[in-house]
């Protein structure tokens, strides 16, 4: 209990929370644990000429339809069709279906696959959405993702985010290992490894960097590290501690914590670690910022007050202005994609659990009710949210709703993972 406190309020104390950690594998697995109160049902027909195929289209876009609480599969019944004129629809009436899915894949002279898909109304007899995708082989998963996505879009009217990635660190043996992966866990990949700990992934807004803290050289240091080409740099290693970087919107800047000056401060600092500014002048201890999406304040964690609280101040500069008042320990704020709310971590009574602020309100709502949650992110349509929490001792990626009703775990076979970070949409994805 007490390593979550220490983590919030000073990163000099961010060694000590990681030295229990035991051995994990890539792969997450994910489980879900609760629904949405109303689910669409959704009927997918198999895609015609997947079978053999490196990866099958079906059921992929099946997982992650099920998986965001939101759709009800209905069984297709052994059905083979792949063109509306094929459908029947009184068929898929009587079988409570009020949308329909088919789709087919055909590989090409070249070697690529083209995928074909179409989401119709059942009730309205009519085309909803119909796309054409020409892929590689390993393409074949994230175009399925995109599929899902779109059906997501068009039956519920937020975006979809099942083509977008997660960042985490995870333990295997005595090596942490900062990994990327689909947002259902599949297609892990390392992108950094040491025998010292790395945390707080941070994701730049584009989605082709990761800034993030090592403990490699036995301090603090947070870096920045491409995706694309695997390059990295250390963006503030200055005397002291180095730690939890937040990216603004443009990406641009960050915002760091250092113990340059004494007691942990916000500081601005460019992309290549030029410009360094301070940001916060204070005796306590502040940290943890993020960015509000238009850029213009930043929310952070203080104890200021006595105890940890959350605070917003401009990022121009200017009084900080106090937002939780519920309790006496509150960390780790995290705006909602469309800045009317934050996400935190609360302590009540011995627990550790995600609440959710509206900010025009002041209204709080508890998301979760586990023992130890922390590092809450939101998914970038603002439906979800992504965080960590522990199941008999060991550490799991868990995923709660906005409204606290769909509810998932991510964890692997064995040992821990932790640290979550939630990707941003990408416009060419």
Do not use: C
């Given at each position: 209990?007490?390593?979550?406190?220490?983590?919030?309020?000073?990163?000099?104390?961010?060694?000590?929370?990681?030295?229990?950690?035991?051995?994990?594998?890539?792969?997450?697995?994910?489980?879900?644990?609760?629904?949405?109160?109303?689910?669409?049902?959704?009927?997918?027909?198999?895609?015609?000429?997947?079978?053999?195929?490196?990866?099958?289209?079906?059921?992929?876009?099946?997982?992650?339809?099920?998986?965001?609480?939101?759709?009800?599969?209905?069984?297709?019944?052994?059905?083979?069709?792949?063109?509306?004129?094929?459908?029947?629809?009184?068929?898929?009436?009587?079988?409570?279906?009020?949308?329909?899915?088919?789709?087919?894949?055909?590989?090409?002279?070249?070697?690529?696959?083209?995928?074909?898909?179409?989401?119709?109304?059942?009730?309205?007899?009519?085309?909803?959405?119909?796309?054409?995708?020409?892929?590689?082989?390993?393409?074949?998963?994230?175009?399925?993702?995109?599929?899902?996505?779109?059906?997501?879009?068009?039956?519920?009217?937020?975006?979809?985010?099942?083509?977008?990635?997660?960042?985490?660190?995870?333990?295997?043996?005595?090596?942490?290992?900062?990994?990327?992966?689909?947002?259902?866990?599949?297609?892990?990949?390392?992108?950094?490894?040491?025998?010292?700990?790395?945390?707080?992934?941070?994701?730049?807004?584009?989605?082709?960097?990761?800034?993030?803290?090592?403990?490699?050289?036995?301090?603090?240091?947070?870096?920045?590290?491409?995706?694309?080409?695997?390059?990295?740099?250390?963006?503030?290693?200055?005397?002291?501690?180095?730690?939890?970087?937040?990216?603004?919107?443009?990406?641009?800047?960050?915002?760091?914590?250092?113990?340059?000056?004494?007691?942990?401060?916000?500081?601005?600092?460019?992309?290549?670690?030029?410009?360094?500014?301070?940001?916060?002048?204070?005796?306590?201890?502040?940290?943890?910022?993020?960015?509000?999406?238009?850029?213009?304040?930043?929310?952070?964690?203080?104890?200021?007050?006595?105890?940890?609280?959350?605070?917003?101040?401009?990022?121009?500069?200017?009084?900080?202005?106090?937002?939780?008042?519920?309790?006496?320990?509150?960390?780790?704020?995290?705006?909602?994609?469309?800045?009317?709310?934050?996400?935190?971590?609360?302590?009540?009574?011995?627990?550790?659990?995600?609440?959710?602020?509206?900010?025009?309100?002041?209204?709080?709502?508890?998301?979760?009710?586990?023992?130890?949650?922390?590092?809450?992110?939101f998914a970038p349509n603002g439906r979800m949210i992504l965080y960590a929490s522990e199941v008999r001792g060991r550490g799991i990626l868990a995923a709660v709703s906005s409204d606290g009703r769909v509810k998932?775990?991510?964890?692997?076979?064995?040992?821990?993972?932790?640290?979550?970070?939630?990707?941003?949409?990408?416009?060419?994805?």
């Amino acid at each position: 209990m007490q390593r979550l406190a220490r983590r919030a309020l000073s990163s000099m104390f961010l060694l000590m929370a990681f030295l229990s950690w035991g051995p994990a594998r890539a792969a997450l697995t994910i489980e879900i644990i609760g629904g949405g109160a109303q689910q669409i049902p959704v009927a997918i027909v198999p895609f015609a000429q997947e079978a053999g195929l490196p990866q099958q289209i079906t059921p992929v876009v099946g997982a992650d339809l099920a998986r965001s609480g939101l759709f009800r599969l209905v069984d297709p019944a052994g059905a083979s069709l792949s063109e509306p004129a094929q459908v029947i629809y009184a068929d898929w009436r009587g079988r409570g279906a009020d949308a329909l899915v088919i789709g087919s894949v055909n590989r090409l002279a070249d070697g690529r696959f083209e995928v074909r898909f179409r989401l119709l109304d059942v009730a309205k007899q009519s085309q909803l959405a119909g796309f054409a995708y020409t892929v590689t082989a390993g393409q074949l998963r994230v175009t399925a993702h995109r599929i899902a996505d779109v059906i997501y879009e068009k039956l519920t009217g937020d975006q979809g985010v099942f083509s977008t990635r997660i960042a985490y660190v995870a333990k295997q043996g005595s090596r942490y290992e900062l990994q990327v992966a689909d947002a259902d866990g599949a297609n892990a990949q390392t992108i950094v490894a040491s025998n010292e700990p790395i945390i707080s992934p941070a994701w730049s807004p584009d989605a082709t960097r990761l800034a993030y803290v090592s403990f490699e050289h036995k301090k603090p240091v947070v870096y920045v590290q491409s995706l694309l080409t695997g390059q990295r740099h250390a963006i503030a290693n200055f005397r002291g501690s180095n730690s939890a970087p937040a990216w603004s919107p443009d990406g641009t800047r960050l915002a760091v914590v250092l113990t340059l000056m004494g007691n942990s401060q916000i500081y601005l600092i460019n992309g290549d670690g030029t410009g360094l500014t301070r940001l916060t002048n204070t005796s306590a201890i502040d940290t943890e910022p993020y960015f509000s999406p238009d850029g213009q304040s930043i929310l952070f964690t203080s104890d200021r007050g006595g105890g940890p609280q959350i605070y917003r101040m401009p990022v121009a500069g200017g009084a900080a202005e106090r937002l939780t008042f519920e309790g006496t320990y509150n960390v780790s704020p995290r705006y909602s994609p469309d800045g009317k709310s934050f996400v935190f971590v609360q302590r009540n009574g011995g627990h550790f659990n995600v609440a959710v602020q509206d900010l025009a309100t002041r209204q709080v709502q508890l998301l979760t009710e586990n023992p130890l949650d922390e590092s809450p992110s939101f998914a970038p349509n603002g439906r979800m949210i992504l965080y960590a929490s522990e199941v008999r001792g060991r550490g799991i990626l868990a995923a709660v709703s906005s409204d606290g009703r769909v509810k998932q775990r991510l964890s692997a076979q064995a040992g821990d993972v932790r640290e979550p970070a939630w990707g941003p949409l990408v416009k060419s994805q």
